[in-house]
């Protein structure tokens, strides 16, 4: 019916594409003629370990197999020169990049009681240090061509909540909050910049995914590439947004601004009394940017005269 979206002379770098949902993104746009960087240094799920190329090599050999065209990087993400250096070896091998696909993740779950520096800092820096200094590295090089497509893996976790992630939670919504900045800052230079929020039976979810959905449903990262896909193609029409996907669902999700209740002497008890009209979702509104939002209040003022 209509014509395959395809990714022909484009050049994506995928951090953590060595196993679960970052190698069935790159399997899936190599497939579709994107020339991938298969970035992922190894490791256990929590970080630790001396870490390994292997997995990155494994997801090239299996690229190359199919016909397609990728190179294997082992630098971290979680820094600035990781970033830089993961970058160089696109530039290095193919000459630009067009893609960055920030997917690169470490759990370290502990109720909030429990945290102590060693579980919160290294989270924070492999998933938005990560997504902050990989972008960062290829950002000058997007802005010149006048192309980028970044897409930021966050959690539900992050953006609704989960028991026992204060950590992980901190880190997937402040990538939603890195999103929101790099969609305005690039939105003159043709770089959008999206955020996933996936669900997947990978070897960081196994208990949790067979728990929750049984043995029939498709949880496979493959339910989950297509939108990853979609936003990372030159016709992907938005920025700034959130996509949720899982088992075949996709979904947006958004951050809305209630109408309100103005009063221009605003009292404590008046807070009280009107509360239930401060809470009601009853007309929302989706504000683009900070200076939307700032516009609520304005339109409450004038609505008010
Ligand atoms: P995974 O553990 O299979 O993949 C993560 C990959 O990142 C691993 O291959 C690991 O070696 C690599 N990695 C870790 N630290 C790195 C570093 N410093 N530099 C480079 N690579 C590094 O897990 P999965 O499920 O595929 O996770 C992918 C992303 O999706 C993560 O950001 C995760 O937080 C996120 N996510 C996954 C969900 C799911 O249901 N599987 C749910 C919500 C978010």
């Given at each position: 019916m209509s014509e395959e979206l395809r990714y022909d002379g484009k050049v994506a770098i995928i951090t953590g594409a060595g196993g679960g949902l970052g190698r069935s993104h790159a399997l899936l746009l190599a497939s579709r003629g994107a020339k991938v960087v298969v970035n992922d240094l190894g490791g256990s799920v929590d970080g630790s370990g001396d870490g390994s190329l292997s997995p990155a090599d494994k997801v090239v050999a299996e690229i190359k197999e199919a016909g397609g065209e990728a190179v294997a990087d082992g630098n971290t993400v979680?820094?600035?020169?990781?970033?830089?250096?993961?970058?160089?070896?696109?530039?290095?091998?193919?000459?630009?990049?067009?893609?960055?696909i920030n997917n690169a993740g470490i759990l370290r779950d502990k109720s909030f009681r429990n945290m102590s520096p060693e579980f919160l800092n290294p989270v924070l820096d492999v998933h938005l240090q990560g997504s902050f200094w990989t972008t960062q590295a290829a950002w000058e090089t997007m802005r010149e061509q006048k192309f980028g497509r970044i897409i930021n893996t966050s959690s539900a976790a992050g953006i609704f909540g989960n028991f026992g992630q204060t950590n992980y939670g901190a880190a997937k919504a402040g990538i939603v909050g890195l999103t929101n900045v790099?969609?305005?800052?690039?939105?003159?230079?043709?770089?959008?910049?999206?955020?996933?929020?996936?669900?997947?039976?990978?070897?960081?979810?196994?208990?949790?995914?067979?728990?929750?959905?049984?043995?029939?449903?498709?949880?496979?990262?493959?339910?989950?590439?297509?939108?990853?896909?979609?936003?990372?193609?030159?016709?992907?029409?938005?920025s700034g947004e959130i996509y949720s996907a899982a088992a075949g669902r996709v979904g947006r999700i958004f951050i809305a601004a209630c109408v309100g209740y103005f009063d221009k002497d605003l009292t404590v008890e008046k807070i009280r009394d009107n509360f239930e009209q401060i809470r009601n979702e009853e007309g929302y509104q989706v504000p683009g940017n900070a200076t939307e939002e700032m516009g609520l209040m304005m339109q409450a003022m004038n609505a008010a005269k």
């Open positions: 979680s820094t600035q020169e990781g970033g830089k250096a993961i970058v160089q070896t696109a530039l290095d091998n193919y000459g630009r990049v067009d893609i960055i790099l969609a305005i800052e690039g939105a003159k230079y043709n770089i959008k910049a999206n955020v996933l929020a996936p669900g997947a039976k990978t070897r960081m979810t196994e208990d949790l995914m067979a728990a929750m959905a049984g043995g029939d449903i498709d949880m496979s990262p493959e339910q989950v590439s297509p939108i990853v896909a979609f936003l990372a193609h030159e016709d992907c029409p938005v």
